[in-house]
């Protein structure tokens, strides 16, 4: 995926979070390629959603520098940040959708915000993406309440695509799915990023989402990130990393 | 000949161009065609004319950018004029775009759904009988919830042991003694208006000194306890529902129900129990500020002495006045305790909920406090006290 020119659509430098008195990011640096799928990875609690949160601007870093599409997050405000988020589509861990509102309607929330299109259009938007995601069409006039876990899922990503984003955050996509649901995700996943030639920066605790969807892997263990492609991790000496890699190192990687 | 559809703007804009060649028809695509355009484009799509043609060909070669959006319209299109028995072909799809094009034609098989609210009068009937009917079960329900706490608290009372009394002593000092600040102010000040208002009536007649009897009566038989009431529905009821809707949420009451303990037993009961001896309490410390706040108002404005004042008092008042109102304070609790859990055991597992069902609680247990008064005042009218 790396497609020759390695142009850069998120770079973080020398990122501080603290949360509670603890440090959970040390001057980390991050470039993330245009067109490849990040994976991050960790321990519970080693801040791997609060780097998410803080990339996209729903946490403010005590130090250091965000630049999302070449702009600096955290100076951003106002219409250039609405334009800047126009470009991005978020996917929650439990899909975070309206429950006040159908599936349709959710979908079509972003689009009302940044566009002006009449209603059948919006409509027909809403069918596609339901369509691209892998919903049934009848699932347009359900209530979040209404889906399963791994719909509501699909149905968040549906959401964060409804504007074509440019860049796809995605916070456990897999978390709580069934392993086939979770494979299906995987698959969904990798088979939009090509199509639409997406940007996918996915924080996730599962092995095989990794090796199925990822291009490269930032691992974030004493607060600093490793970052290497799967092959190139399992050889790393962090104990952590070693342990966390051992079965992939023991079933699946062949040149190891 | 050349028609140009659209008006080209020369940095993001997305237009075609439509070209006749006898029976055929060729589209040429230009520009991004993306979100930004679709508004436009969607319009223009619409009015293409193939008039007298056999054949079209949709012409990708000079298309910029292309998203979800703007493949879909295509596609939209071209099943349109297919539907119209005309022969489609694709021409030069960029290798970039091609998984693209593939995936939108691949997922969207079936026509959109048609998405049609119902008119107005339809959902406007719809919802008065919804709503009737929600009305009716409401009722109903809360009926079996209150034989079901009823029963569980006749158990409970034959096995005194397992009455949880950190809980019902925690509930009594959150719904009671913490509600005595904005109690007392409130009855404090309704006393001084009261007091104001009933002596610059009863002056016209000379009988300012009978404001001391308005005040006695009105505060201790009704107002302290619904003050009381009223204060304790906002403050505790919606409380308990929020607490115990927000559980549900969480599925602890689930939890609590597959560890074997009993939901009403362990959650409604201590707060039951605990605001029905707090409700009384509390109604004898608003009557004792309300008639503080009636003594130094008609002080002032009457110059009725503390010892003039007290001395009318007593004279105002009969044997039951003063347990006309009291009585009533433990019923009144019931129903607010009663509601409030009910509603929060009815949350269900999404956002509007707790919001939705606190702000029943209040409203219906306010309604039902009132129903209850005024059903005490034609008991105390038969019984004649």
Known sequence: ?256 | MAISITQPRPDTAAWFDTRREGGSIRVSLHGNWVLAEARRLDLALRTVSTEGCREVVIDYGALGRLDTTGAWLLLRTRRALEGQHLSVTVANVPEALRPLVETIEHECQGAPVEIRPPDNLTLFLERIGRNVVEMGRWGLDLLEFFGRVAYDAVATILRPRRLRVAALVHQIEETGLNALPILGLLSFLIGVVFAFQGADQLRRFGAEVFTVNLLAVSILREIGGLMAAIIVAGRSGSAFTAQIGTMKVNEEIDALETLGMNTVEVLVLPRVVGLVVALPLLTFYANVMGLTGGAIMSYFDLGITIPAFLRQLQGALSDWTFWVGIIKAPVFAFIIALVGCFEGLRVERNAGSVGRMTTQSVVASIFLVIIADAMFSVMFDLLDI
């Open chain 1, 1 to 256: 995926m790396s497609a020759g020119a390695a142009e850069i659509v998120i770079r973080v430098e020398g990122l501080v979070t603290r949360l509670g008195g603890q440090v959970l990011h040390d001057h980390i640096d991050l470039d993330v390629r245009r067109g490849e799928v990040l994976g991050v990875v960790g321990g519970s609690g080693a801040g791997k959603s609060v780097l998410l949160r803080t990339i996209v601007g729903l946490a403010r870093p005590q130090a250091g520098r965000i630049e999302v599409l070449g702009q600096d997050m955290t100076r951003l405000a106002g219409d250039a940040l609405r334009l800047l988020q126009a470009r991005w589509g978020v996917l929650f861990q439990d899909g975070a959708l309206f429950s006040g509102q159908t599936v349709a309607q959710n979908i079509q929330v972003p689009l009302r915000e940044h566009t002006d299109l009449p209603q059948r259009l919006m409509d027909e938007i809403a069918a596609v993406k339901l369509g691209l995601v892998g919903l049934p069409q009848d699932a347009a006039q359900k209530y979040p309440s209404e889906l399963s876990g791994g719909m509501r899922k699909r149905a968040g990503l549906a959401r964060a695509l409804a504007l074509d984003p440019e860049i796809l955050f995605l916070d456990e996509p897999t978390a709580g799915l069934d392993p086939i649901s979770a494979n299906q995700f995987d698959e969904l996943v990798r088979d939009l990023q090509q199509s639409l030639k997406l940007t996918a920066f996915m924080v996730t605790h599962d092995l095989d989402t990794l090796r199925a969807t990822t291009d490269r892997i930032a691992v974030l263990v004493d607060r600093t990130l490793h970052v290497g492609t799967m092959a190139e991790l399992v050889h790393d000496p962090h104990p952590w990393i070693h342990e966390y890699f051992a079965g992939v190192r023991a079933r699946a990687v062949p040149d190891s």
